[in-house]
Nanobody, 128 residues
Framework: QVRLVESGGGEVQAGDSLRLSCAVS????????TGWLRQAPGKEREFVAS????????YYANSIKGRFIISRDADKDIIYLDMNNLEPDDTAVYYC?????????????????????WGQGTQVTVSS
């Protein structure tokens, strides 16, 4: 069973930066990708970014493209999400999740149903 543990959330001001970390353990086979998704109060969970584990290829949601960067430490199996120029609309619980299999077409999973294991989430609050 893959286990994911997020850390790094907090309360910041608009324009600030934060780095989230996702420590992954328990992999017995390599998954296709690890993604970050978020859920704002009263809204559905949405895709943020993902990174392919074989070659580091990345994919981003349009809403955060250019502000967030996903990366990985392959040796430690830690996935990072560097969030820059944060906005109040970025306020949410951020989850990392394991995408075991490739999704037909794009490859990266946007819908949460394609993710098989989830972390507990970390709260990010951005005030104006």
């Amino acid at each position: 069973q893959v286990r994911l543990v997020e850390s790094g959330g907090g309360e910041v001001q608009a324009g600030d930066s934060l780095r989230l970390s996702c420590a992954v353990s328990g992999r017995t086979i390599r998954s296709f990708a690890t993604g970050w998704l978020r859920q704002a109060p009263g809204k559905e969970r949405e895709f943020v970014a993902s990174i392919k584990l074989s070659d580091g290829e990345t994919y981003y949601a349009n809403s955060i493209k250019g502000r967030f960067i996903i990366s990985r430490d392959a040796d430690k199996d830690i996935i990072y999400l560097d969030m820059n120029n944060l906005e109040p609309d970025d306020t949410a619980v951020y989850y990392c999740a394991d995408q075991r299999h490739v999704v037909t077409g794009r490859g990266f999973a946007i819908a949460e149903r394609h993710y098989t294991s989830w972390g507990q989430g970390t709260q990010v609050t951005v005030s104006s």
